[in-house]
């Protein structure tokens, strides 16, 4: 099974600021990676599929990036409806794993 | 527009059969590429891959709970039913149903049910 590491575990910024989340996987996934963001209480949002595709809707601020094992979700100007939990997830083997999550707050 | 909900028990018995029906609109899955699946979320675990099945018929289940998972379609009432039998405490979470079109990217999302296994 494949294991996605995300990190930071926690980062702290403020309206405005560039947001840099890391998810590193523990063998090649090619570019069969996504990103989800989750609001408390609700379901996870896709927001960018094989590493760099935005999903319908998705504002521009949001680029995905990486090939391989290294992949970043960069959020340029951070609004606040962003300050959310996101994850990763691999396509590239069944199950495909989700990363353990980066909490962006405030 | 595409939609999902999840229904079935809030509460469940350890060593019971756990039923969750995932009711469908907005797409059909005999179409062609289409798959909904199943995803966990458990306080202090990652998301987790249950189940999922394919608009052919194919069916593919998450390692940990391959024994106990079973998946299945009703494309006349756009549901699909997960099945997990001899639950324990460890699988209380909250359960999404979930809607792709490519690839195994969850595209679409139910508002997820709770279950707790308690006795």
């Known amino acids: 099974e494949i294991v996605l590491t995300q990190s930071p575990a926690t980062l702290s910024l403020s309206p405005g600021d560039r947001a840099t989340l890391s998810c590193r996987a523990s063998q090649s996934v090619l570019n069969y990676l996504a990103w989800y963001q989750q609001k408390p209480g609700q379901a996870p949002r896709l927001l960018i599929y094989?590493?760099?595709n935005r999903a319908t809707g998705i504002p521009a601020r949001f680029s995905g990036s990486g090939f391989g094992t290294d992949f970043t979700l960069t959020i340029s100007s951070l609004e606040s409806g962003d300050f959310a939990i996101y994850y990763c997830q691999q396509r590239s083997d069944w199950p495909g794993t989700f990363g353990g999550g980066t909490k962006v707050e405030i | 527009q595409i939609t999902l909900e999840e229904s079935g028990p809030t509460l469940v018995k350890p060593t019971q059969t756990l039923t969750l029906t995932c009711t469908f609109s907005?797409?059909?899955?005999?179409?062609?590429?289409?798959?909904v699946g199943w995803i966990r979320q458990s306080p202090g675990r990652a998301l987790e891959w249950l189940a999922l099945i394919y608009w052919d018929g194919d069916k593919r289940y998450g390692p940990s709970l391959k024994s106990s998972l079973s998946i299945t379609k009703d494309t006349s009432k756009n549901q699909v039913v997960l099945t997990m039998t001899n639950v324990d405490p460890a699988d209380t979470g909250t359960y999404y149903c979930?809607?792709?079109?490519?690839?195994?990217?969850?595209?679409?999302w139910g508002q997820g049910t709770l279950v707790t296994v308690s006795s």
């Open positions: 979930a809607h792709s079109s490519y690839g195994d990217y969850l595209g679409s």
């Open positions: 907005g797409f059909s899955l005999s179409t062609s590429g289409v798959r």
């Open positions: 094989d590493a760099s």
